[in-house]
């Protein structure tokens, strides 16, 4: 990778970082409807994932999306103002925080049922295995969706059929307040590709470029061989389930621990200036200027406008010629 390229991992790290944080402060003024999930702490995963993507490869995720979404080029000022329900969204307000989407961007959402959208994902891979298209669909899921049965049909019927997706599970060891081990039989996720025949590996998800190397030669295999692959990536969210969450199944001490020793942003910044791809002066100026873009989305996202009453029912059902 040139430097450029290096350095532009850590920018949209610390950009996901900054806009959850303004996300964080604009949900407790009562400015967001809805749930809010953020993705601080497993910034590291969708960077690197979505990095390492052709434009042809189609992107899918749950409802922890905003990270996944300014990853694959909706803009911050875009991603806020569909939090805050304004026009401006990418879902023109309609969606929140849980429906981001963006066709163009090759980003199909956003989905808010555990584990809905992963015959979603088998669905769009076998369109393009019609349609002889050579993208991959990338499939991000929590470690809870896979207790749910849409997982286990797309991974029998991805395999079956040949089709070109990669299975994405997050592993930050909670689906809501219930660990791993108390809700899935099998606490290493993994295995459960074996079931299936699905050639699978574990990653560090606190590393992006052990993600990104991990995903380009997944991707690549996944195009080769017209067959699924699974990644597991092991993970941690910082912050609560969704908002308001008092987080009595884990202690304080444990994501002190992991926001100290595990922090991407900060194994990442160390990575850069040690490698001299990087000067820390370098990296606080990005901060800096990221802080100002970030306050300017908010600006854009504040001042944009609601959407009008009469178009309540516009963009529910695709209109027939
Ligand atoms: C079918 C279904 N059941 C239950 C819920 C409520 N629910 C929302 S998030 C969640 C936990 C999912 O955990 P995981 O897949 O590990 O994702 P994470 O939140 O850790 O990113 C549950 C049970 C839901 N949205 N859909
Ligand atoms: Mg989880």
Redesign the pocket.
């Known amino acids: 990778m040139k430097k450029e390229e290096y350095v532009d991992l850590f920018h949209q790290m610390i950009r996901i970082r900054l806009v959850e944080e303004q996300a964080s402060i604009l949900y407790q003024q009562g400015k967001i409807g809805g749930f809010l999930?953020l993705y601080i702490g497993q910034e590291a995963v969708s960077t690197g994932l979505v990095s390492a993507r052709k434009p042809q490869d189609r992107v899918i995720t749950?409802y922890?999306d905003h990270g996944v979404a300014m990853n694959c080029g909706i803009p911050a000022k875009v991603v806020l103002a569909e939090l805050l329900g304004k026009t401006t969204g990418c879902s023109e307000g309609r969606g929140g925080s849980m429906h981001m989407a963006d066709v163009e961007q090759n980003f199909w959402g956003g989905h808010?049922?555990?584990?809905a959208h992963l015959p979603i994902a088998a669905g769009l891979a076998l369109g393009d295995r019609y349609q002889e298209h050579d993208s991959v669909t990338i499939c991000m899921?929590?470690?809870?969706?896979t207790n749910?049965g849409y997982f286990h049909e797309a991974l029998n019927l991805s395999k079956l059929w040949g089709l070109s997706v990669l299975w994405v599970c997050?592993n930050?060891l909670?689906?809501?307040g219930t660990a791993v081990e108390r809700a899935s039989a099998v606490s290493e996720i993994r295995q459960k590709a074996e079931g299936y025949m699905i050639p699978n590996q574990r990653v560090d998800g606190m590393d992006v470029l052990k993600v990104r190397e991990a995903a380009e030669k997944a991707i690549e295999k996944v195009r080769k061989d017209k067959s699924p692959y699974f990644l597991e990536i092991q993970t941690y969210?910082f912050r609560g389930?969704s908002m308001g969450d008092p987080e009595r199944y884990r202690t304080a001490e444990e994501v002190k621990r992991w926001q100290n020793k595990e922090d991407p942003l900060g194994i990442y910044h160390k990575y850069l200036v040690e490698n001299e791809i990087a000067t820390s002066d370098e990296l606080d100026k990005m901060e800096k200027d990221t802080e100002q873009e970030v306050q300017d989305a908010v600006q854009f996202a504040e001042s944009s406008p609601e959407p009008a009453t009469d178009d309540l029912f516009k963009n529910l059902y695709v209109e027939m010629e």
């Open positions: 999930h749950a922890r808010a049922i555990v584990g899921f929590g470690d809870g969706a749910i997050e930050n909670y689906g809501m969210r389930h």
